[in-house]
């Protein structure tokens, strides 16, 4: 890990090209949240992994993350997210098929995404190395110790809140909201046959980096 700004360690795509020019030769594993894309702008073959979240549980989860660091802001859960104009919306989606400089625009305003977006996410999803669930998080776990002999240690858990109960009404909203990614978050539970399991792929090779 370079560096302690939890911001620049998983948003900064300049940040990773700096530290890749100090010591690539040194990182094996880049973690993030960082469009696919960004494989275009550094060197090396890179194995791709990512873990997908169910797209209502995963705003509820952020909106309860945000409302724990900023008690003093008050308002409800909905308001909270009226103040987002959007801009969580679809969030897989646009991480799959936005270049980095389209990602770091859309935390300003929102991309007006349309179903060619849709369908080029759900390619780049099935391009993908290893795909994971976070329902199914440690048999993806046990996926990567097995296909790349990764040692992954215990668990560890960060930004943990207790879920709360929330309108249907708003769960609705949400979904609709989220469209694509809902979409493509079924996509993704064909690709890893609804249980976890991932459908047969050729053996890869890991990173060179």
């Known amino acids: ?13 300049d940040h990773l090209r700096e530290r890749l020019a100090a010591r690539g030769d040194q990182i ?13 702008l550094i060197d090396g073959r890179f194995t791709t992994l990512t873990l997908l979240r169910e ?5 509820l989860s952020y909106l309860r993350e945000r409302q724990a660091r900023r008690p003093a802001a008050g308002g409800s859960r909905e308001e909270m997210y009226d103040d987002l104009h959007g801009l969580t919306a679809n969030e897989m989606t646009k991480v799959l098929v936005l270049t980095p400089q ?9 991309p007006k995404l349309t179903r060619d977006h849709r ?5 780049a999803l099935a391009g993908i190395d290893a795909v994971g ?3 199914h998080f440690e048999e993806f776990c046990d996926e990567l110790a097995a ?3 990764w040692s992954l240690g215990p668990p560890v858990t960060v930004n943990a809140t207790a879920p709360v109960e929330v309108s249907e009404s ?16 079924e996509f993704a539970k064909w690709l890893r046959h609804d249980d976890g399991s991932p459908h047969e792929r050729p053996g890869i090779v890991g990173a060179d980096r």
């Open 1 to 13: 890990m370079d560096g302690t700004d939890p911001v620049k360690l998983n948003l900064s795509i």
């Open 28 to 40: 094996r594993v880049i973690t993030g949240h960082l469009p696919l894309r960004t494989t275009d």
């Open 55 to 59: 797209p209502v549980e995963r705003t």
């Open 102 to 110: 389209e990602m770091r625009a859309s935390m300003f305003t929102p």
């Open 119 to 123: 369908e080029r996410a759900k390619e």
């Open 133 to 135: 669930l976070q329902e």
């Open 147 to 149: 296909r790349f002999g």
């Open 170 to 185: 708003f769960r609705a909203r949400i979904a609709e909201d989220n469209a694509f990614d809902v979409e493509l978050y």
